[in-house]
């Protein structure tokens, strides 16, 4: 089966000549179609630099030095412009990280909405105004033509990140990249998020990759997962496995950090700097493994 | 809320008004010249000049001078002009029109030019080539308007004589006009050779006002394009497939706009200040000129009218441009 998302050596560097970083070192990562991968990894491992990659997102300073990134088999990185945008919003879509910055501030809900139904599947401005309402009635927003009315201050952070998911499956992509889509919200509004994200995912039988810290998140919604480390693939498997036999250290540090009902948290230890040098050289290994897999 | 602050600048008016009508009159009569001095004929006795005073009431203390003339104006009434002999408010009326139409049509100029120096520069964004326009904006911002005048004046209209250089139409065309609003007028009325004839006389003056106010327009336009885009907002619509034009006219322009009205509104009165000179410089029949006149002649009345006509223009403007933010920012626009 062709992946939904196939990654193939994803080398980013940020800045030019003898500042440049490496901020991905050869990264391979592959979804399945309706597959939910958890991407996880400390602050600065390079998960968002990965989301932004595919969605052609990178800041201006940044460049896909080498690698491979493959929608549904199709190229990204060869493609030409219209076409990729022509799959970026529609097939391949965002769910932000943060929702009070990731609507517009001075159009309403029901524009922001139905400006994407109008340019990706070329609805009339009433029926995509319609559909809009059907939508936001899916992220279980009560009075849905109401809340098209308003502007974005005028909901609650938890209703934003809905509007945000329900434009996210608007037109029904099989990809869907989720960066941190709880981080910003309060715990009682995570699990709804979740829980919606679940559910559509289910009913519009999306891929999603879901960048996330909390691990407890992936046992729930992810049935596979990759541990980032410093722009590299440290580890990747079915959630299961990898959470009950870490193989590196490093996800050892990363589960015993996280807070369980049963134990209380450790601080994340820092890596010795030596370890991970031994660690990059197996994650070489990893990615050579994955670079003759399938294409 | 912003009702409530608009609210809250309307009740504030009348006292800035009275505030700026004391210190005119006051300083005035502080500094040393008065209108008798400067209209008394060669061979005029002491009692003449004595009797001149008391005619005019510059005899009396400065407060009272003061009661009497703002009881006056409160009922409507702002005196006569001492060196013109009519009433400042039919002369202030009467030139008004003039200053408003120039000062209207710089402001287009400047909004057109600004917006179009802007869209080059966040088309530009990032490139070399950025660097000219900024360089452009910033040598535009650098000279004042009366420059730009005299530049134009000695360009345009001595070097290569193309247009005009003097007042608001040629004597020698007889055309009765029935409001002072000439350019408004011959537009709504279809006297388009008319409207022609005036608009020569007028972009010169019209130019020099417009030029540093168009690179003020430029750069905060810019800059706010230029923020704007850096949001979350403007970010993620690219990723939903949208082209950079899409998003910059859709998701960017419309939250630039707001602080683009807000900073340049409020500069837009040194645009209206502006007159004074430039409407001078090319012998333009306003208010701004009329002022300079008032002035040279220590036409006290006049120039206290014409003070206060450019306060009342001046908060107008303010409040016009908060009224228009208010608009264009939902944010704002609450209970
Ligand atoms: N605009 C930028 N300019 C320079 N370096 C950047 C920029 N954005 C990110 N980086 C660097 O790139 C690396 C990867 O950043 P990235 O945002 O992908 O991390 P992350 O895994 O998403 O972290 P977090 O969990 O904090 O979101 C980091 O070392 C970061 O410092
Ligand atoms: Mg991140």
């Known amino acids: ?295 | 809320m912003r009702w409530g602050e608009i609210i809250r600048r309307l009740v504030l008016i009348p006292p800035t008004l009275f505030g700026v009508a004391v210190i005119v009159f006051v300083l005035l009569r502080v500094v040393p010249g008065d209108p008798i001095a400067m209209m008394i004929p060669p061979g005029a006795t002491p009692a003449d000049i004595t009797r001149l005073r008391a005619f005019y009431g510059l005899d009396q203390p400065i407060l009272q001078q003061f009661v009497t003339w703002f009881g006056q104006v409160l009922n409507g009434d702002f005196g006569r002009s001492i060196s013109v002999h009519q009433g400042v408010f039919e002369l202030v009326l009467a030139r008004l029109p003039a200053t408003l139409e120039l000062a209207l049509l710089a402001l287009l100029i400047a909004v057109g030019l600004g917006l179009i120096a802007a869209l080059i520069g966040i088309h530009l964004r990032g490139r070399r080539m950025e660097w000219l326009v900024d360089i452009g904006i910033g040598v535009l911002l650098a000279v004042p308007d009366f420059l730009w005048a005299l530049i134009l004046l000695l360009l345009l209209g001595v070097l290569i004589p193309l247009l005009p250089i003097s007042g608001r139409i040629d004597p020698q065309l007889d055309i009765s006009f029935h409001s002072n609003f000439y350019l408004v007028e011959s537009l709504l009325t279809g006297r388009f050779d008319v409207a022609d004839a005036l608009l020569h006389h007028m972009i010169l003056p019209a130019l020099a006002l417009a030029l540093p106010f168009a690179a003020l327009v430029a750069r905060i336009l810019k800059t706010s394009l230029a923020e704007a885009e850096d949001q979350d907002y403007a970010q993620i619509a690219r990723a939903r497939g949208f082209s950079r034009p899409e998003i910059l006219l859709r998701e960017v322009f419309p939250n630039a706009l707001i602080p683009t009205v807000a900073l340049g509104g409020v500069q837009a009165t040194l645009l209206l200040g502006g007159t004074v000179l430039v409407e001078r410089i090319f012998s333009y029949e306003g208010i701004g000129n009329m002022a300079i006149d008032a002035v040279i002649n220590r036409d006290f009345p006049l120039i206290q009218g014409l003070v206060l006509t450019f306060a009342v223009l001046f908060i107008a403007l303010n409040l016009a441009v908060d009224l228009v933010v208010t608009l264009l920012d939902p944010r704002l626009r609450h209970g």
């Open chain 1, 1 to 295: 089966m062709t992946p939904a998302l196939f990654i193939q050596g994803l080398r980013v560097t940020i800045g030019a000549g003898t500042s440049a970083a490496n901020v991905l070192r050869g990264v391979s990562l592959e979804l399945q179609p309706g597959e939910v991968r958890g991407l996880v990894g400390e602050s600065g491992a390079g998960k968002s630099m990965l989301g932004r990659a595919v969605l052609g997102l990178l800041p201006a300073n940044a460049a896909i030095a080498a690698g491979r990134i493959a929608f549904e088999g199709r190229d990204l990185l060869a493609m030409r412009e219209p076409e990729r945008r022509s799959l970026l919003g529609r097939r391949i879509a965002l769910i932000p990280q943060d929702p009070m910055t990731s609507l517009n501030p001075v159009k309403r809900i029901g524009a922001q909405v139905a400006i994407l139904l109008r340019h990706h599947l070329a609805s009339s401005r009433r029926a995509a105004l319609q559909r809009a309402a059907e939508l936001l009635a899916e992220v279980a927003i009560r009075e849905p033509e109401r809340v098209l009315g308003l502007y974005p201050h005028e909901i609650s952070g938890g209703m934003r990140q809905r509007v945000l998911i329900a434009m996210a499956f608007a037109c029904d992509p099989s990809l869907v990249i989720a960066d941190e889509p709880t981080t910003a919200l309060d715990v009682t509004v995570q699990r709804q998020v979740l829980q919606l994200v679940e559910r559509l995912r289910q009913r519009h039988g999306a891929a999603v990759l879901f960048v996330t810290h909390d691990l407890g998140v992936v046992a729930k919604i992810c049935r596979t997962m990759t541990v980032l480390h410093a722009g590299r693939v440290l580890e990747e498997g079915e959630t299961a496995h990898v959470l009950a036999r870490p193989g590196h250290p490093y996800t050892r540090a990363l589960l015993a950090a996280t807070p369980r009902a049963d134990r209380p948290a450790e601080a994340l230890r820092p890596v010795p700097p030596s370890l991970i040098e031994n660690l990059w050289s197996e994650a070489h290994q990893f990615d050579r493994l994955a670079a003759a897999g399938p294409a």
